[in-house]
């Protein structure tokens, strides 16, 4: 039910970017980010999508 988002989000870890599919959420100040997890080494990923 919730909304995904396919695309490139950035591994401070491993600092590459990961092509994953991430779980969109909406922050507090309704800017829309993609949480994803690094396939690689586990860390997690945002990506800021821009206002909803
Ligand atoms: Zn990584």
């Known amino acids: 039910m919730a909304e995904t988002f396919e695309g490139e989000h950035f591994c401070v870890k491993c600092r590459e ?3 994953v599919t991430g779980e969109v959420v ?3 100040k309704g800017t829309r980010m993609s949480k994803a997890k690094c396939p690689v080494c ?3 990923l945002n990506r800021i999508l821009g206002k909803a």
């Open 42 to 44: 586990g860390t997690n």
């Open 26 to 28: 909406v922050n507090a």
């Open 17 to 19: 970017k990961r092509t």
